[in-house]
């Protein structure tokens, strides 16, 4: 549950985000509050990935503003947002193929430089992710697609984030793949870190957000707690397959 309801860690204001003359995001209003895991749910196309990589900045916000932990970064690159904490594990993966699992997860490490918490971090991470721990020295790129994803997540665990940014992490993997994914990230939840999580299984992402956003059209369409969206007939209809809702 969030810690502090009352100051927001990330607010995004009327922001507007656009590829060229296409209007990708039309204005939305989001907000996190400490601790929360947030869920944002649509369509292909709905613009939830783009959300999330002008949160990371690696995208360009058009207009409108972005506070975390109300400072304004909506000009701040990418680099300094990962120092100031917030990590992204992208639609993809994005690993390093080339490199090894080890050289994967230390890389997330980078901006650090307090060698005994990054030791500590890594055995925190090979304690929640053992598959992880036991490819250590394996080339990246010659792993699962589940294993692969699972380094992502302990790449940007390194990194010491207050806000995680997961994009899609169950897409293409075997369900207890993704159980052992999203007891992971019920953990560091509890542990008080902050998610936004884009999920395209609405069903799962819901059952595990405490609140969620519906977006469409580049729009903020509905918004409320996991179970009330769960049981809205229009989300049940579009998003979860319920013909008779």
Request: negative net charge; glycine residues 12%; aromatic residues 4%.
């Amino acid at each position: 549950m969030p810690t502090d309801m009352n100051t927001p860690i990330l607010q995004l204001k009327d922001i507007e985000i656009a590829y060229g003359q296409i209007q990708a995001v039309k204005g939305i209003n989001l907000e996190l509050y400490s601790g929360e895991l947030v869920c944002l749910i649509g369509a292909n196309g709905a613009g939830k990935t783009t959300t999330l990589n002008a949160i990371a900045g690696t995208l360009p916000i058009k207009s409108g503003a972005l506070q975390f932990e109300g400072k304004n970064i909506t000009a701040m690159p990418t680099h300094l947002r990962l120092r100031q904490g917030i990590a992204l594990v992208p639609e993809g993966r994005g690993i390093f193929t080339r490199l090894t699992v080890e050289e994967n997860l230390r890389m997330g490490a980078y901006t650090r430089n307090d060698k005994d918490g990054i030791e500590a971090d890594l055995e925190r991470v090979y304690t929640m992710l053992p598959r992880v721990k036991e490819r250590l020295a394996q080339v990246a790129g010659t792993l699962s697609g589940g294993e692969q994803q699972m380094v992502a997540i302990g790449r940007a665990l390194l990194s010491r984030p207050k806000l995680l940014l997961l994009d899609e992490p169950s897409m293409g993997l075997a369900p207890l793949v993704v159980e052992k994914i999203f007891e992971v990230v019920q953990a560091v939840v509890k542990e008080g870190m902050t998610i936004l999580l884009v999920e395209q299984n609405a069903n799962l992402a819901l059952e595990f957000s405490g609140r969620g956003y519906v977006m469409d059209g580049g729009l903020i369409t509905l918004s409320g707690n996991g179970d009330e969206l769960l049981n809205d007939p229009k989300v049940r209809s579009a998003y979860l397959g319920d013909e008779t809702a």
